[in-house]
């Protein structure tokens, strides 16, 4: 069964018809989340002991960074498997996911680097783990260009599918710069442990805000999946047929 419905969900038909049922219901929970996490982050958890307010920027930074990772990962998967079976649901998530990775790597940059301000005095360093994410940004970059260059879809999703498991690589040197490396940027959170890094207070709110982000991520990936098939399948009756209806 597992497989049939996998093999079903590669129809870009299918996926269309499939995947608009979960847009309300994705919303819903991400705005649920998105709420809930903020207000916890910023209004009941408490102050940290050594850099006060400052702090509470770890409850967006932190999310965009996990997702800048686990978004490159999933498009990677996608990658290779447009490469071996060019499936075109492959395709389109790799190009999809190349905008939304950007977006959450440059968000984590972002804030880091107004984090850095108060913590380091500085901005920005050349330091293993901002260099390492840096380049995960130009990573995406490179399948967003890709894909805006060449003007044959099947040879773009080929070529950004080859950068994308290539740049794979530099998914564990992000996350074990600060252990490889003497690193300015703190140590890696110890989450799942007897006695985890974070205080309670302040590891709930954050759980919170990366189920929103991640939430966000499937609802932005599935709307921007279905502008793009009703774009590529502009041609075919059942856009056509659609688009009738519609209007």
């Not at 710069?177 to 799942?192: A, D, F, R, Y």
């Amino acid at each position: 069964m597992m497989w049939k419905f996998l093999h079903r969900l590669s129809s870009l038909k299918y996926f269309y018809e499939w995947s608009g049922k979960w847009i309300p219901w994705l919303t819903g929970l991400t705005i649920v989340l998105m709420v809930a996490g903020f207000y916890w982050g910023l209004f009941i958890a408490p102050a940290d002991y050594q850099q006060g307010e400052t702090y509470r920027i770890i409850f967006v930074h932190v999310p965009a960074a996990w997702m800048s990772m686990f978004v490159y990962v999933i498009m990677a998967i996608a990658g290779f498997t447009a490469l071996i079976w060019r499936t075109k649901v492959s395709e389109i998530v790799v190009s999809e996911c190349a905008v939304i990775g950007a977006m959450f790597t440059a968000l984590a940059l972002i804030t880091g680097m107004l984090w850095g301000k108060p913590t380091w005095g500085t901005y920005w360093q050349w330091d293993a783990r901002l260099t390492s994410e840096l380049i995960l940004l130009f990573l995406y970059l490179g399948v967003v260009a890709i894909h805006s260059a060449i003007e044959d879809s099947r040879t773009a999703s080929r070529l950004s599918g080859i950068l994308a498991v290539i740049g794979v690589i530099n998914i564990p040197i992000i996350h074990f710069s600060v252990t490889w490396w003497n690193s300015l940027h703190q140590p890696n959170m110890q989450l799942v442990s007897a006695s985890p890094s974070v205080h309670p207070s302040m590891l709930y709110p954050l759980l919170v805000m990366a189920a929103a982000f991640q939430a966000y991520f499937i609802v932005l990936l599935i709307i921007r999946m279905r502008n793009q098939i009703l774009y590529r399948e502009r041609r075919t009756n059942w856009v056509k047929q659609l688009l009738v209806e519609v209007n």
